[in-house]
Every structure is written in structure tokens, then in C-alpha cells.
């Protein structure tokens, strides 16, 4: 366990529908990260916050996605009118800003639409 | 964030060392290495990083090249709950591209 807790850990959702991720980052860190990751590939940078700012947003992060960072501490990942391509994992993670400070991920958030 | 190289799988028997190797020759002089390992199903998790100096730690040592265009990742003593995917990161510390750029790692597969 890092720390970094992230929920619901699997979704099950029917292809038009809306869901939310919810991530609790490691208190007091900083920044913090969404990747996403399909079967058999590596993680993908999708954003990342420093504190309540979203500071960097990836292409794959399109029009139907949305993260937030209200108060600087939990962050939410909405994906709206989901597609079956959107089934994978979203992984979150966190750092102290600082040049060696290690991200940390929590255990992943499944999602499948069908 | 320079891209990096790895076999895409390996074997190594329980209890012996397993050496993971990394290419990363269009490494920047502010790039640390990280690795982390994936188990199946569960997110990343970090074992050592480095930027020119060899680190070892509870988990893992790393040996970074002279000229860091290549790093070794060491688990002294595997064991089988060691399987899973091992992947080489190179990023730059604080100021620079935020995002770990994760290729598709080496699968290590601990044989008993």
C-alpha cells in the first residue's frame, strides 16, 4: 500500500454513461498524476496537477474527459458518454515537488463498457 | 524524456540474482532512471532510482553505466513473488516534462 487510494477499484458501465474516479493522493503531496493503461501496454500520461492547477494535459485526454483538483488535496476523473475503447485502467499518482521525489501510484480504478 | 530499451522478457531461477538490463543512450545529464515493476493487476511500484552514482536499497541495486547510456537493474535474491513487468523510466527531475513515459518494460518471469 503507497498511500495513494484510489476508488471504485472496478466500474462496470454501459457504453453512453457517465463515470468518476476518485483519488486520495499521499497527504501533502503536491502533485498529482491520472495515467491510463489498456492490456498489454504501459502506463499513459493523461494529466497532472500541481495543487488545485491542472497543469499539463495529454492528446489523449479528449473532450469527454474532465479532472479536477478542487482543494488540492482528492482529484476526480470524469469520463462522459463512455466508449467501449475508453476500458482500461486509471491509475493516479503523487509526488512532493522536489527533483528526486518519487511518484507513487495507487492500485488502479477498472473500467469496463459494455 | 529520453526513450529507453529493454528485452521484452527474461527467466531467472528463484534465489539467483536476475540482471535487468536498460538502454538508454540519448540519456540528458538532468535525467534520473527510475524503475518500477508491475504485478499483475495492481499499479506501479517504485523500487530504486539514480542519476550517476550506483543505489542500492531493500529491494534492488542499480548500476548506472560511466556514461549512463545503459543501467542494470539487480534483485540480489528473486523469488517467484518477484514476477511481474519491470520497467526502465528516464525523466527529468523537477522543471522539465512532468510525465513518466513507461515503454512496454521486460516481463521477468521467477522459475522455481
Known amino acids: 500500500d503507497t498511500g495513494v487510494s484510489q476508488n471504485p477499484r472496478h466500474k462496470i458501465t454501459k457504453r453512453g454513461q457517465n463515470v468518476t474516479f476518485r483519488c486520495d493522493p499521499i497527504?501533502?503531496?503536491?502533485?498529482l498524476y491520472w495515467y491510463r493503461q489498456t492490456l498489454g501496454q504501459g502506463p499513459e500520461f493523461l494529466t497532472y496537477?500541481?495543487?488545485?492547477?491542472?497543469?499539463?494535459k495529454s492528446r489523449l485526454l479528449s473532450d469527454r474527459f474532465s479532472a479536477e483538483r478542487p482543494k488540492g488535496s482528492f482529484s476526480t476523473l470524469e469520463i462522459q458518454r463512455t466508449e467501449q475503447g475508453d476500458s482500461a485502467m486509471y491509475l493516479c499518482?503523487?509526488?512532493?515537488?522536489?527533483?528526486?521525489?518519487?511518484?507513487?501510484f495507487g492500485e488502479g480504478s477498472w473500467l469496463t463498457v459494455v | 524524456d529520453a526513450k529507453t530499451t529493454q528485452p521484452p522478457s527474461m527467466d531467472c531461477a528463484e534465489g539467483r540474482a536476475a540482471n535487468l538490463p536498460c538502454n538508454h543512450s540519448?540519456?540528458?545529464?538532468?535525467?534520473?532512471v527510475y524503475w518500477y515493476r508491475q504485478i499483475h493487476s495492481q499499479g506501479p511500484q517504485y523500487i530504486i532510482h539514480?542519476?550517476?552514482n550506483n543505489e542500492t536499497n531493500e529491494m534492488a541495486s542499480l548500476i548506472i553505466t560511466e556514461d549512463r547510456k545503459s543501467s542494470t537493474l539487480i534483485l540480489p535474491h528473486a523469488t517467484l513473488r518477484d514476477t511481474a513487468v519491470y520497467y526502465c523510466?528516464?525523466?527529468?527531475?523537477?522543471?522539465?516534462?512532468?510525465?513518466?513515459?513507461f515503454g512496454t518494460g521486460t516481463r521477468l518471469t521467477i522459475i522455481p
Open positions: 499518482a503523487s509526488r512532493l515537488r522536489g527533483p528526486e521525489n518519487t511518484i507513487y
Open positions: 497527504s501533502e503531496h503536491n502533485r
Open positions: 496537477f500541481q495543487n488545485e492547477a491542472q497543469l499539463e
Open positions: 540519448t540519456i540528458s545529464g538532468n535525467e534520473y
Open positions: 539514480g542519476l550517476k
Open positions: 523510466i528516464v525523466r527529468v527531475g523537477d522543471f522539465g516534462n512532468e510525465k513518466l513515459t
